[in-house]
């Protein structure tokens, strides 16, 4: 591809003119619940908030490249519903885990469980986030002046658990796109000649009515109630309690009961599942709301999980809970395996040679290839022993991240610190990660407001693509599920200063942006 500069200073605006760009962002935030919830305490339910970190201006993104992410996620989708029932393979590429690493452990340990009890519900549900990051073709990055048109598309990682941002993400598209209607970015344009952001170049994003829909379909087919003491029918929203992202989560839940044919939907904290919900001789998962105590129990159709990705929750309590969930004729979003899939060594497995095509046709394999990075283990195997080698040399490690088997970010370790981390763990507990190639993203000029206040700086962007799926496990021998529906919901942009590893916008890292689709 031909080299095309793109300068991202819109403009060089007047203080004043940046004082009122600024409080139209706060304003927005505030109408439109871009906030996270401050919680000072467990026990009172408080209304006090802080805004989400976002940028001031869209940053901007190869529309082809975006284009290409939207398309490859159906195929995606369908590799990762296949991955979910097909047990024996997913065991082979995370058994080594189970000695090393307690989620795992009990993840497997709830399935074997439940297979044990009889698997009861064939359907599964899926709302899915495939992240992405521009990768310069000569590899420099950081510091590298290279063009985003002489980027490629590469994976950073797959989510098939409690996928959050989705929210927020919708809300900032909206935001960008009010600004640029309202002429807020136009401001001394014309005295400096900067290029005017065109609305068609800021995509929409539909991430709150494509999750909702997706599992208001998932309820519709579960049908009516199907035991006689419960009249009604709900989707259980499973949460973390004191949580400070109700914002992204909430919309969701107020979608289905606003539906022309509204799905009613429950909340309910993960450390509370045995107390409020108990399972009839048949598996039906019953809610008992604990404000409603003289009505019936309500009959649970769709369980949303959006707790229970932390080794921690997995205590007794929380083990039995989830094995209650798992073990009903509730529709799983997600199943058990569906979770174990987003594990890193699944991801680091599927970069093998020939893998994809156990899941996929060649043609889908390849398309899904083009867009991993290099991955490898960190086993006793003639790859994981070259990548201990890598790993544990000071120079060699400056182009990788060392990532465990763990969701939520923050948890991942960075070039030169991988070596004195890796000495102060057993190497017993090495096989538990796996060392990614550092992908390389051209650094771009914008203006973040986060937690640590307004600043210009050199940026970088991760584009995530939701979608939603649901399907049905089959047990003929070419392993392929039936995929029920197949959607694309929307997409996350976050954006982040280029010195700063971490990604995540709710634990104050980044920013939630819009990308500006530029042609090549």
Known sequence: ?????????????????????????????????????????????????????????????????????????????????????????????????????????????????????????????????SDYMLHLNDGNGAESSGSIFET????????????????HANR?????????????????QEQYGKERIDIGSLPKSNNIEGIASCLATAHAIYGPPRTQSAQRMAVLFIVQPNNFNIADERPIEYALWDRDEPVPAYRLN????????????????????????????????????????????????????????????????????????????????????GTLERFLFPEKAAAVRGTFISLYPLDETAAGLHARQLATDPKGSTGFILKPSLEGGGHNVYGTEIPDFLSSVSQSEWSSYVLMERIMPPTQQNVLMGPAGVAEGKVVSELGIFSACLWRRRTDSNRRCEIIENSTAGWSFKTKYAEIDEMSVVKGYGCFDTPRLIED
């Open 172 to 188: 900032v598209a909206d935001m960008h796109r009010y600004l640029t209607r309202t002429g807020a970015y136009e401001l001394g």
């Open 270 to 353: 993960w450390g509370d599942i045995l107390r409020d919900t108990s399972l009839t001789e048949s598996r039906q998962l019953l809610f008992h709301p604990p404000w409603i105590k003289s009505q019936s129990p309500v009959e649970i159709s769709v369980v949303y999980m959006r707790a229970g990705y932390e080794a921690h929750e997995y205590d007794n309590i929380g083990y039995q809970a989830r094995l209650q969930l798992e073990k009903s004729t509730a529709i799983k979003c997600p199943s058990i395996l569906s979770h174990i899939s987003t594990f890193k060594k699944v991801q680091q497995a599927l970069t093998a040679h």
């Open 152 to 167: 490629t598309l590469k994976q950073v990682e797959f989510n098939a658990f409690s996928c959050a941002g989705g929210g």
């Open 1 to 129: 591809m031909t080299s095309k500069p793109i300068d991202t200073r819109y403009f060089e605006p007047s203080e004043d003119q940046m004082i009122n760009l600024l409080a139209q962002i706060k304003d927005w935030q505030i109408n439109h619940g871009l906030l996270l919830k401050l919680i000072q305490s467990e026990e009172e339910h408080s209304v006090l908030s802080y805004p989400v970190g976002v940028s001031v201006f869209p940053t901007p993104f190869p529309r082809t490249l975006f284009n290409r992410a939207i398309n490859l996620q159906k195929i995606y989708n369908e590799l990762y519903c296949v991955i979910a029932e097909d047990e024996d393979w997913l065991y082979s590429v995370t058994e080594d885990l189970i000695a090393v690493e307690p989620l795992a452990r009990a993840l497997w340990g709830i399935y074997h469980e439940t297979q044990k009890a009889g698997i009861v519900q064939e359907i599964s549900a899926g709302i899915f986030r």
